[in-house]
């Protein structure tokens, strides 16, 4: 592969961080992991990497991709290496779960009659929030760290936006562990967020919205879902990772 064929591959597979790197003849590094997925190509030399007592030596033309936080050991000893590598920051956050789902309607009231009266959730709350133009009752199935809140939702006036009860299933929440770190990461990446940044949401909990729309400068959208992302107490970080731990 030639080097404008690479780079362009790099910006198709969203590798921000591009360098040239160059190693002397006699280079050599023990086992030693990066905190990025790499992807490279080799303008010149060779380099030869280990990955689990497996080693490949790489040669002119020549591409490897190596993923974050694999142990590996490199070297370059007959004739050294130059290369271009492009680098992706591993995601700095996680998606835990489901924190919610918002389902809109005219009126709430037949909504509470399936939700609650005929499949039994228990309404946990209320809220109304004129700028929001939503009067809804927050309920809850499940229990405890891994509750996930049903909100069913009426617009305050129907003739006003947002019109909350025009798309039935209106949006789903999902507990981030790091909402601040997600925001920064993904916006970085071409992810448009919805305006008003991150702020309090109904159940007390940070939140932000991604857009269900791109657009030039951020292609990357919910595809016509509006997404939520809700920052995750330490109750429900410390849950989720004592359940991946089993």
Known sequence: MNQQDFEAVLKAENYPEVVNISKDVGYQMGEHAHAFDAYALILQGDITLSVGGVATTYKVG????????TMHEE????NGASYLVGRRRARPFKVLGIQQIAIGAPSKD??????????GLEVTGNFKS?????DEDICAMGSGAFKVEVDLMQPIDPEKKPAVHTTPLNHVGLWIDDLPKAVEWLTSRGVRFAPGGIRKGAAGFDITFLHPKGNDEFPISGEGVLIELVQAPPEVVNAFVRLAAQ
């Open 62 to 69: 020549e591409t490897f991709k190596l993923a974050a936080n």
């Open 75 to 78: 070297s370059a000893i007959p």
């Open 110 to 119: 037949k909504l509470r009659t399936l939700w609650v009266d005929m499949l």
């Open 130 to 134: 004129e700028r929001e133009n939503v």
